[in-house]
């Protein structure tokens, strides 16, 4: 094996770990997310989390450089109307109606209009990546049971994976003018801000504080927010962006295997069935032939993914 081949194993290595580890962090915050919910209101903890998270990640960047101009910070809060708000309010709000796994099945829809969008665009996807992709859509739907319907929640997830796609599109549009760890910090921010608005004025804002409620907002805080907003963009901006966010296929299985953990939810046998149908359609995606650093250097996608929860 020649030193150009043991070290693309290890960054291999590396970034299927991270990736793990991004996309299991990703699930488990729709089960914490219902399980805080007994204690607050779905606004309320969504706008907490990302006060504390956006506050905290904005003190560790203080020293990177900061936005500038009216219109850095007009970007900013668009950006976190979109992502924070209305991907994490609507994500929240289904979850009244429908499981946090059938939220996150839902919220997984948000690669593929991805994908159609650059389509669209002209950006070109092997065969072998649309079979990946349905495959892959296949195996959440699986997952999910085939019992979806039109009801409530289902509108509201569908309405969050809708503005996770304009986020991501946002993002890949002015998001190169920001340092990454910055423009989430800020997004974040204004994001808490204008969903605590919002629950005042919608909700009847209250919080039972005891010690699960404090450890769900601390999870969710730290490592649903901080830890997995730093690996995520870490990871889009090392590798092709369009074949890491295929990974969030995963997002559901964990979900779905948390929220059994955490919430006592049963897992049918078709679960997984749809689990093996998901995790062959992301390997159909994200395999390649070997090819050339100077290939592979052109092979990425225009558009990247943020982070779904």
């Known amino acids: 094996m020649t030193p150009w081949e043991e070290e693309l194993h290890e960054d291999l290595y590396k970034y299927t770990g991270l990736l793990l580890l991004t996309t299991f962090l990703m699930g488990t915050a729709y089960p914490v997310a219902k399980l805080g919910m007994v204690y607050t209101t779905p606004l309320m903890l969504m706008g907490l989390r990302f006060l504390f998270a956006g506050g905290l990640l904005a003190l560790f960047s203080a020293k990177k450089p900061q936005p500038q ?5 007009r970007q900013i809060l668009l950006l976190g ?19 946090s796994g059938e939220s996150a099945i839902i919220s997984s829809t948000s690669p593929l209009m991805l ?39 289902m509108v509201f997830a569908f309405a969050g994976a809708v ?28 994001g808490g801000v204008m969903l605590l608005t919002l629950s005042i004025i919608g909700e009847n804002p209250v919080f039972d504080l005891n010690v699960t409620s404090g450890l769900v907002v601390v999870w969710m805080v730290f490592f649903c927010s901080i830890v997995q907003f730093t690996l995520w963009f870490y990871l889009l901006s090392h590798s092709d962006p369009g074949k890491t966010s295929s990974f969030l296929f995963l997002v559901p299985i964990f979900s779905v295997l948390c929220s059994w953990l955490l919430l006592g939810e049963h897992i049918d ?14 390997f159909l995606v994200n395999w390649q032939a070997k090819r050339s650093p100077q290939i592979h250097a052109k092979a990425t996608s225009p558009y990247l993914m943020q982070e779904e929860m």
């Open 69 to 73: 101009g009216v219109k850095s910070w």
């Open 81 to 99: 109307l979109f992502q924070s708000v209305g991907v994490m309010g609507f994500t929240a709000y289904s979850m009244r109606w429908i499981t």
């Open 115 to 153: 994908i159609l969008w650059g389509a669209l665009m002209g950006t070109a996807y092997r065969v072998r990546q649309w079979f990946g992709v349905a495959i892959g859509f296949i195996g959440v739907m699986i997952t999910f049971g085939l019992h979806l319907s039109l009801d409530p929640g």
């Open 163 to 190: 503005c996770f796609t304009v986020a991501t599109l946002l993002i890949n549009r002015f998001g190169p003018a920001f340092d990454k760890s910055v423009l989430a910090a800020y997004q974040m921010l204004a």
């Open 269 to 282: 046998w078709y679960v997984y069935v749809g689990g093996a149908l998901t995790c062959a359609g992301v």
